[in-house]
Each structure stands twice: as structure tokens, then as C-alpha cells.
């Protein structure tokens, strides 16, 4: 007991020379055998307890298990201190517990105390267990474990007082006062460790001790109350809880997972282990079966002429020259530019009796023509012919480079240009108007089949012959692409042996490059060859190209299709107006609410009181206005006959020989073609698919009783020109055409016409107009008088003595004499239909119109005098008995010549109907300009056409004042509703007041 109270006591090991020399108090204070320093004297009186940094890490680092067996082998004095100092000891104890976290235990059982081998139950208050186990802890906290020594010192020969050898030593910076108190503020940080060390200690007093326990089983013992006593706190229960539950949830999510993919690879393991052992046997089979067709005599001797052939006639191919290829280049380039020239000529014709020489003769003819557009370059200095070939021969270039396979570019170059030649050709023929970007929208929009339907069979022959050539083009192509060894005009290979070699991957660069640059070049010119000032324009320019915006045929001709083509690629909608603005468009507004408040001061009735039908006749016109052409009997007596008593006249078109869907625009929106750029050709489509919004009249009804109220119909295909995207998007509920849902019934053409007759339409109409409400707007485009015109008729009156037109050719006559019966069976159905309307009880008025001339009059058309009377159709506006507007005619000064735009301004005035700010717009501008179209309405002009009330021309430098401003308000109306910020759409400017 003695030797190990000792080991207890002296854990420093101070030299003999320093034993005496420490005080009373030093042993006093070192009360588990820490041992300190010094106890120093502060200035304010009091001690403070200071030991080296040796002494607090050999403290710190023993080992929890020695300090338990240790902790066993000392005498327990805690029951019966006897010594004043010990006493003091505890009283000091007992104030440094005051300030360290209260922990409760039960003392521990002296072994030593128990030499029978029986169990001892110390009884002491609990309050002296506390205090035990604080001290412990105070200690712990500091970094001090108590440390015996195995061996009794011998340089220590006293024997230090005795204490219970439980109570911890104060903390390093611990200070005592005088009056006996300690504080403890300013000790160690590592007295305000956690006191999970005297937990330890507490739990391993707590364990029940008998006389076989040794000291391994309390180490044991004392180590796992340890472990687990690190995280009893209070405050870390039930976080321990939760992380239990989360442990396990996640442990039987594993699980599930570890389940789930054993499973499933168990399943896919067998699923391809089947695939795997079919496919083997299936590759077996092959395989047999191709060995067994080898070893097949005649498959050997096929075998050995391919390895003969190959070897020593395909892998000694030669290489086409670039010099070759120039050939074929410069050839193939100069056939496009003929051929496209060639499509847009045609054979003279001339009247009987009339002299030409063969040289007049052979110069007019299309071969002459051609050479003509040749030999200009040297005999005038004109170059388009050169300008044409430049520009074909980049875009070939580009093909060429873009595929680097020069005969596959060559055939697909070649077709393109046969087939833009061909179709080129026939609408020449038919319409008098070249191809335009505008045409490959009304194609991709699915109107390629319609397109066939107009051709004649003399398009048929030369259909067939160019298929023929296409199909021989390529065949060749194919058979120079196999006989040419040059695997691209620039080669470079992906192997990846070969690719990273410097020569590869230039000639790779350079391929892509070229490609790139020839792209980028063919887009630059067509986007700038409409913009004024661009490179592309002066470029075109200084190789005389003169367009001739007003008239696309002219363009064509002149400086050929391609350059026609690609000027219109690039459409413009329409230049933007000077003060252009949010304000100047409210203000015109304003400005025209009043015009529309004046008016409606005299008007009494609404348009949408009355069924409004807005009917386009295909075609029609009077024949006979036509000069040279005449017939013993009027091909149109009746529709004549109400022109002549209800409000009529001239409209002057935009087009000849098409442009059905310009007029027809014109009529439902009000704007006019001449204020757009001329490379906007058709509306319907390079322009009404773009817009969100498009105002028209049919709106107005639609605006009084719903979409229903707003009708159309078509005796053809709902695809041509886009309409029934279009007609939806102008708020037409139902659209009623020959193809899709609704349908045209009992349609019929007369005897073997292609299309339609105005009879059905009509009678589709009256069947709508009798089981519907009270008021419709009806858009309606007939189809009957449509080109071509062979001999459809039986009983034509209009043919041999009934015609007796002068100064035709034969080729026209057979055409314009089957037109005249269409006209006249168009007359004689129109006044049916009025005549049934006439039947109804509720006002309907008609607004009947020729969209344009047939493009049949050649011979007038080569008169430039002849133009704007070529571009002149007959219309009327026509209300029913039931209409109080029946008799009405407005005044020749106000209705002898219009355009298409003014229509419903027109019919407002006839119906005395009240007005919106945009309508009293048109009212007015139509009193100004009674009518306004594009240049090509007088053939070679380069301004828009503008005629007064008596059909006269008036010449842009002639306006007045005022028809100027009003042409200016025109252009802002149009611009902002097409290509502005549509500032219009928020005010009233298209409402009418009820």
C-alpha cells in the first residue's frame, strides 16, 4: 500500500536536492502527484499555480487504461480524512467543483480495503461522490491524467500527506485567494473540455466488484463505459436517435437497392444470354451457308474475274484533269444561262398578209434572240450575258465544293437548272411572268399538283423531252463518277493512320474553307442585290444589269431570269415613312376618327345590317374592250345590262393574266401593291404568313356577332396561295373549297371544262345565305374562267363566223373565243343568282369584280398603248329588293374607276352605312385618287399608276398637295398595319360605330 501510494504521489520525479525545497502547500495542491512548478505570489495577493509543458503533455498522453488500473490499486481515504491539510485540500476541492459541470456517480471500491475477498458498498453521501467525480473531471479537463510509477522512487524517501487520491488537481492559471476561494476564470482551455472523462471514471465506479474481478476485467470494463459515455450527454440523445433510425433506414434501403439489382441482372443475364446463344447460331447458319455458296465452282470463278477486274482495271483507273473538268465547267455553265434565257422567249407571231423578211424573221425568232443576248457583250458593250454566267457558274462552283465530288454536283446542278428552265417555260406561256421566290412557297405549301393541272399538252411534250434529258444527265454523271479514280476535287481521308499527317489535314482545311467562303459569298450577293449601295448591286451594275423592278417578264428578258430570281429572293415589305412614330400614328388616328364622325353625321345604316358578299370572278372582263377583238353577239349582255343601273365601273388591276390573290387582298384589307416594295410580289405569300395580325373587313362582322357570321369559298384547292392558313388568320370560321372539310357539294364543270362553273359556286352560296342568320360577310373566288382555254364548249357562238376579231393570230383566236363562251355563261349565271337573292327577305348586297384579263391577247399586249386597258376589269355593286340601297347607283364621278382597296368603302357609301376611322380614310382617299396601282399596271412606267375620275392617268409630279398628304397618311397606314409596330391595333382606327 505504501509503495503504491507513493508511485501515486510522486509522478514528477524531483531531484533529493528540490524535495525539501518545496512547501507544504506544494503538496497540499499536488493531490494525484502531477506535481507543480511553483506557486507563485501574485501582486494582488493571491497564488497562482504554474507547471511546465512537459509535465501537462506527460499528464495528457497516458493511456485510459493505465489510469484505471492504477486508479484500483490506490488506498481509498475519502471516508475518514484525518489530516487538517487534506481537509483543506477538500475545501479547495470543493470550490473549484463549484465551477465545473455537476456529474453524479458512486465512489469506487478499494480492492485493497476488501483482504477478504468480500464486496464493500461505500455508503457515502452522494454530494461526496460528486464532488469525487468533479475533481476527476476538473483534472481531466486540464490534460492531466494521474500516473504511478511501476517501481517505488528511490530518491523520495518521505511520504507525501495523505488525501483521497480521487481529487483532481487544479487547473493550470488556477488562482487562490485568501479568503479561500479559488478562481477559476482565467485557467487552461483545456479545463473547459467535456467531462466525458469522468463520466468514465464514474461508470467504472458504478460497475459491481467481487473478489475475482483482476485488473484486466476492470480495464475492460472501465474501457466500454468509456466508448459509450462519449455520447450520453443529455442534449445528444436525441440526435443519437435520429442518426440510429437514419443508419438503419438507409442500411434497408441498400439492401432493396442490392436486391433489386441482383434481380434484375439475374433476369438481363438470362434475356441476353438467350439473344446471345440465337445469335450465335444464327451467325453459324450464315456462316455455313456462305462457305458452302463459295466453295461453289462458279462462285470462284465470279470470285477471280472481280479480284481480275479490280486489279487490273479499276485500281488503274485514271485521274480526270483539272483541265477536263474546266471544260465540262465552262460547257454545262453556259448551257444553264441559254437555257434559262431561252425559257423566257417566245416564237412572233404575225397577221395574215403582213411582209416580213427571213433576216427580220430569223432575228425575232428564239434563236436569234438568244444570239443576240450572246453577241451584245462585243457588238454593244452589254454584258448580262457575262453577268449570267459569273453568277451560275459560283453557284455550280458552290455545289461543287459543298459536295467535293465534281460529277455528283454536276448532275445535281444540271437538273436544277433544267427544271427551273422547263418551269420557267410554262409559266411564261400561261401567265406572262417568269418564276419568282414567291412560286417555291406556293409549291412547298402543297400546291405542286394543282400546278400540273394548267399545264397543255404542248407543256406535256416538252415536260416528257426534259425528263428524258435529266434522266441521260445523270446517267452519265454516274458512269464519269466510277470511271474517275480523283476521289474528291480536294481528297483528304479519316483514316486515323493517315489523318494527322500535315498534308491531310491542310487539304482538309482548304476543303472546308472553299465551301464556306463559296456559301458565304452566294448568300452576300443575293441578300444585296436588292439593297441599294451594296457590293452586289454595284457589282451587277458595272456589267449592265438594269432592273426593271415595275415588270418581272421585262426583268427577265432583259437581264435574265436568274438575275430576276435572285433580286426578288430578298424581300422587302416596304421603306419606312418619315416620322414614323407612336405619336404620329395616334394622331392620325385622331385625326381620322373625326373624318369618321363627320360622315357617319349624314349615314343612317350599318354594314353589318346587311349580308355583304364580296365576289371575285376569275378573269372576267368585257372581251370587246380589248382592241381587235369583237363578236356578232355581247358575251355579256346581262351583267352589262345591271351595270347600267347600279353603282359600276373600271378596276384597274395589278395584274395580267394572274395576281388573282394580290386583287383579292387588296379587296379584304384594304392596302394597295403600289405601296409596297416591288420584290414583295405576292402577299399572300411572302407576306400574310409573317404577321400576327391582319386587319380585315370580314372583322367587322365577326366583331358585331361572332366568327360565324364570316364565310368563304373557293371552286378549287383551299391550298392555292396559302388561303386557308390565311383565311383563318383573317377570322373566317368556315372555308368551303373543292378538297378537305367543309366541301363544296354537287360542284360540276360545263361540258369537258377543267374547273368548277360559277353555277355550283352559287348555288353552294344560296344554300349557306337561306339556313344561316341574318347577316354574313361571304368571301367567294370563282375558278371557272381559269387558263388554259381550249375548246371546252359545245355550241359556241363565239367561234368562226360568230368571231370578228381583227388582227389575231390563230393561236389567239381559238383561245379568246373559248373565253368569250366562259364570260358569257358567267353573265348568264351571275344574273340567275342576283335574281335568286332577289328572292330573300333580308338585305344582301353583291360586290362583283374581275380579278384580272386572261393573258390571251398577245398581239394587244405588244402595244405599250394597250397596257393600262389591259389591266381594266368590270365590277358593280348590287343590293337586293330587300335592301333599302336597291336602286342605288353612285355617281359615274365617284365609281366610273377604282382599285380593289376601295371596295368596302365603295359599299359603305352605297349602303349609306356608317364608318370606322379607317373606312372614312378610304372614303376620302378614294375622292383624291380614284384609283392606284403598280407600274407594271401601265407597262414600261417606273411609279406607281394613278387615274382620275375619268380613267386618265396622273403623273407623280402632278399630284396635288392634298393628294399628296393623303398618299403619305397611306404609307404610314400600311406600314405600321405590314411592317411597323402596328400602333394602330390600339386605338379604334378599325372600329365602326354602330
Known sequence: MEQQHGQGQDAVNLPDSEINNVSPFAHLLDTDGIGYDTFIPGDDGLIHTHHTSEQYRGAHTESTTER?????????????????????????????????????????????????????????????????????????????????????DAKMPHTAPEHPATTAAPAMGTVFKPDGSVDVTNTSAHAQASPNNAEATSVQADAPQSSGNTTNEAVEATTDAVSLGDSEHPAQQPWKEFATRLGTAWATFCNGVSTAWSAAASFFSTVFGAIARGWHAFASAIARGWHAFTSLKAVHVVISALKFFKSRIWDKRMRFSFAFYTIVFIVVTAASVLGLQWSVYSEPTYTKGQVVDDQTKALNSVAGQLTSFVSQIWLHQSYQAWLNFIVLGVLYLTFILVINRFWVATALFGTLMTV???????????????????????????????????????????????????????????????????????????????????????????????AMLSVVLCVSFTWGLSVTGSWAENFATGLSDAPQLWNAMGDATANGPAMNFLRLAHVKIMDKPSRYSKETMEALAKKYAGEAETINQTRTANLTDNTVILLLSESFSDPTRVPGVSFVEDPMPQIRAIKSTTTSGLMLSPGYGGGTANIEYQALTGLNMANYDSSLSIAYQQLVPKLKWTPTFNQIWNDNGGKQRSLAFHAFLRSMYLRDGNYKKFGFSQFYATDGKPTLTNTAPIDSSLYVSDESLYSNILSKIENGPSSYFIQTVTMQNHTPYYDWYQNNQFKDAGDTSTDITEDERTSIETYAKGVNYTDQATADFLNQLNQIERPITVIFYGDHLPGIYSTASEDKANQITLHETDYFIWSNAASASATTKLDNSTSAYTSSNYFMAQAAEHLNAKVSPYLAFLTEMHAAIPAISVPASAGDANEPVYLDAEGNRIRSKNLTADQKDLLYDYQLIQYDLTAGKQYLKNTDFMTVTQ
Open 68 to 152: 484505471l488500473t492504477n486508479s484500483d490499486e490506490q488506498e481509498s481515504t475519502a471516508e475518514h480524512p484525518t489530516d487538517p491539510n487534506a481537509e483543506e485540500s477538500s475545501s479547495v476541492q470543493s470550490a473549484i467543483d463549484a465551477q465545473q459541470p455537476s456529474t453524479t456517480h458512486l465512489d469506487s471500491t478499494d480492492e485493497a480495503n476488501n483482504p477478504d475477498g468480500k464486496p464493500v458498498t461505500d455508503k457515502t453521501d452522494t454530494t461526496e461522490h460528486t464532488e469525487d467525480a468533479s475533481s476527476v473531471n476538473v483534472h481531466s479537463g486540464a490534460g492531466h491524467t494521474s500516473r504511478k510509477s511501476q517501481h517505488q
Open 420 to 514: 427551273f428552265a422547263i418551269a420557267n417555260k410554262i409559266k411564261v406561256e400561261l401567265r406572262n411572268e417568269p418564276i419568282i421566290p414567291a412560286d417555291l412557297q406556293f409549291v412547298t405549301g402543297g400546291n405542286g399538283g394543282s400546278i400540273m393541272s394548267f399545264t397543255t399538252k404542248k407543256d406535256m411534250v416538252l415536260i416528257n423531252s426534259a425528263v428524258t434529258g435529266v434522266i441521260w444527265l445523270i446517267a452519265v454523271c454516274v458512269v464519269l463518277q466510277f470511271l474517275d479514280r480523283r476521289r474528291g476535287l480536294i481528297p483528304y481521308t479519316w483514316k486515323p493512320s493517315k489523318f494527322v499527317s500535315v498534308k491531310n489535314i491542310t487539304a482538309m482545311v482548304c476543303r472546308w474553307a472553299a
